[in-house]
């Protein structure tokens, strides 16, 4: 489908994008991923820690299931099955959340696991890789293999978002994928295959989607997290992130999405995500063509309120504190655009 015609209202922003577009995506990769504990003021790093976290089953359609996390922030996932066996998506933070998959999948399933695709290279989405049984086939880009590597650098990383708490990361150990792509898979679970794809650099330079064609449901990692939700430009490329979106919009017509994190949302969401990237790109270089400082920029661009839930809530409810989490989270999307504008050599 075209962009142009499916979303009208977004035909404007798409267009700045795209005006923007050549000297950013030359670049070959990201820039590393922002030290959480280096946002701007008002940023509050994601909150993932799976204490009192339960996954909860979900049939979406015949074989096709979320797993919910009950808290939130912490990971969802989800699972497939097909006759000969079961496709899992991400692996959970540690060992005792990976048994929890593994627990849903075996009240519904006896088949095996065949395939666990992780959607990026964060360790909340690979640190339970080595709980799976050794028969599983671990799939991820090929970005996601490299910078999985670096065991002991995420560990680190993802220190802020669990509250500084090691022992929830204690048990983490290397299992590399036993299979790499670069744009697509498909994977064969007879009688059913599950499409895996990677439409260029989001949240990370791997992300992946799972797709399950017959019930057009996509799980969606870092790159869309959730009904009400902004992106979260973790590693900075607003641009390519917005390419990444629409071709992703393009390339299927997804009805249902199962989050990273997050409430599951529909694929409508895609269009709010290209809206906002498109809306950011453009007034931050607005901003830095009229010479603003960083700190102008940060206190100028605020975020729309259409973008958030109202702010007339009572402080300390659960909506002020998604309020809180969504004006910070487009404070370090603004300090990341504001970097792709004005530091030289992260153009290249
Ligand atoms: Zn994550």
Known sequence: MAISSSLPALAGAVVVVASLAAPISSAPEARPAIDLTDGPEGFIPPRLHPEGAELETRELASGVYALVSTKPGAD??????????????????????????????????????????????????????????????????????????????????????????????????????????????????????????????????????????????AWTGNLVVGEGTIPLLLEGRAARYAHTLARFAETLSVATIIPGHGRPTTGAILGRYMGYLGDLVHRVGAAVGAGHDLDRTLAETTLAEHYLPPADVPAGSPPARFRKFLIGFHRLNVLQTYRDFTVPEDRH
């Open 76 to 217: 969802n996932s989800g699972f497939v099955i097909g006759e000969n066996g079961v496709l899992v998506i991400d692996s959970h933070i540690n060992g005792a959340m990976a048994a929890k998959i593994q627990t849903a999948i075996t009240t519904i399933t006896d088949k095996p696991i065949l395939y666990l695709v992780n959607t990026n290279y964060h360790g909340d989405h690979t640190f339970g890789n080595h709980a799976f049984p050794a028969a599983t086939l671990i799939v991820a880009h090929h970005e996601t293999a490299r910078k999985m590597a670096d065991l002991e650098h995420e560990k680190q990383f993802i220190l802020a978002t669990i509250n500084n708490d090691t022992s929830v990361v204690a048990d983490a150990r290397l299992r590399l994928p036993d299979i790499q792509f670069d744009r697509h898979l498909s994977l064969d679970l007879g009688g059913r295959t599950v499409e895996i794809y990677n439409f260029g650099p989001g949240n990370t330079v791997g992300d992946t989607v799972v797709y399950e064609p017959e019930s057009r449901v």
